[in-house]
């Protein structure tokens, strides 16, 4: 655990993961809260997941073009305009007491959704040393995780009391206080934009991200439809308060799965790494579909979040050494602009399945896409060959010789 000392050690690091805390643990609230919301107002699961799918793919849709726009003009006034619209928004949809109503707030609410974790990830490289960055990354998903954790948690516990109203309450408060603390913070307040390559091509040209892009787009999916299969396999047996019973051993078991990927060797190129890990993943993904919303499904859902979170610290490594210059917070965006989408859809998609055929047959659709995800990387893993190398000792002193400590 050395390598983290040293992190944190490292100036601003702790204002970076303390700073959005707040606003990923509303993030980790959100797809609940509505579920939740839409299901006890219409007393439909097939709507409630048809209200996260509408979220969802709003919030994807738009999530390049927002990346692009920090690419562009930076993170200080985006940040300000989205945050306290979204906040504001959860507060909208939380009056709605019509169908038709919460789906028309859940999509808007989408399209003002402040890229809080796009704008936090370019954020590392200009704190810490290059060789200093899958520690990093490590730390990132590691919060993501643990605000997966929280969020959910909290959501299902505030959503089933006898004030359900509190949910969106509560997570329009955290989003403006992280949202809004990320903003004011001088780190991200002074992120220069890169500058792009004379010989830049797209994003949507890129033969690298083309290959995450399809990649995503199962993995997206599948993802979806899991996400409204728990709730809705808990809730049509009579248990939705085991909802988060599952949820949580994930999230734990995530955050336990990014710190064991930061502390793989960095001699270990990030490609190698990931794809080893998502080898693993399918036949931990195969289990979860013979279980039931309770400790059976916690335990095995604990196994697919300790895989899945070692492999997103490599995932980020990948999409950093592959992306064309300028693009830090682009790529992100448009790769979440399809995986996002494709998950909407598997989000509305799920409780249907879910009602119509089976809850398993729906958590069967996930282990599916995992194993075609592998296969997407496989055939394709030539057009990421630029992440199948490793930092020469000459290239990791420069790094850290141009980190600068002195930043507030």
């Known amino acids: 655990m050395k390598r983290y000392r040293e ?134 998903t590691s919060v993501m995780s643990t605000a997966g954790v929280i969020g959910p948690v909290v959501a299902t516990s505030l959503a089933l009391s006898s004030h359900p109203g509190s949910a969106l309450v509560v997570a329009s408060i955290f989003m403006a206080v992280g949202g809004g603390s990320l903003a004011l913070t001088r780190v991200s307040r002074d992120w220069i934009p890169e500058k792009k390559d004379a010989d830049h091509t797209s994003i949507w040209r890129n033969k690298a991200i083309q290959l995450l892009m399809i990649e995503g787009c199962f993995i997206g999916f599948g993802w979806g439809v899991f996400d409204v299969a728990v709730p809705a396999f808990a809730t049509l047996e009579g248990v939705p308060h085991r909802t988060a019973w599952v949820f949580t051993a994930m999230g734990v078991a995530n955050i336990v799965g990014g710190l064991l990927g930061g502390l793989v060797s960095k001699k270990v190129s990030a490609l190698k790494a990931m794809r080893l890990t998502y080898f693993v993943w399918i036949f931990i993904s195969i289990p979860i579909v013979f279980t039931y919303p309770g400790w059976s499904m916690a335990v095995a859902g604990a196994f697919l979040g300790l895989i899945g979170g070692t492999i997103q610290v490599f ?85 850290m010789s141009d980190n600068s400590p002195t930043t507030t």
């Open 7 to 140: 992190l944190f050690a490292i100036p601003n690091v702790w204002v970076l993961v303390l700073a959005a805390f707040p606003a990923r643990v509303a993030y980790g609230m959100v797809a609940l809260s509505i579920f939740f919301k839409t299901q006890q107002t219409t007393g439909s699961v097939a709507v409630a997941g048809l209200a996260i799918g509408i979220n969802s793919v709003a919030g994807a849709a738009t999530a390049g073009l927002r990346g692009t726009l920090m690419d562009r003009f930076g993170q200080k006034w985006p940040l300000r305009i989205f945050v306290p619209g979204y906040a504001g928004m959860m507060l909208v949809l939380n009056t709605m007491e019509n169908k038709n109503a919460i789906l028309l707030a859940a999509f808007i609410m989408g399209i003002s959704a402040p890229p809080i974790n796009l704008s936090v990830r370019p954020l590392w490289k200009m704190i810490v040393p290059k060789d200093y960055l899958r520690t990093a990354y490590a730390v990132d």
């Open 315 to 399: 995932y980020w490594e990948v999409m950093e050494a592959v992306r064309p210059k300028g693009s830090a917070v682009g790529m992100m965006g448009w790769i979440w602009t399809v995986e996002g989408t494709l998950m909407s859809i598997g989000s509305a998609a799920g409780g249907w399945i879910a009602e119509t055929y089976s809850p398993r047959f729906a958590m069967s659709i996930t282990s599916f896409t995992i194993i075609t995800g592998f296969i997407i990387l496989t055939l394709g893993r030539k057009r990421l060959a630029a992440a199948d190398r490793i930092p020469t000792e000459e290239e990791d002193l420069a790094a």
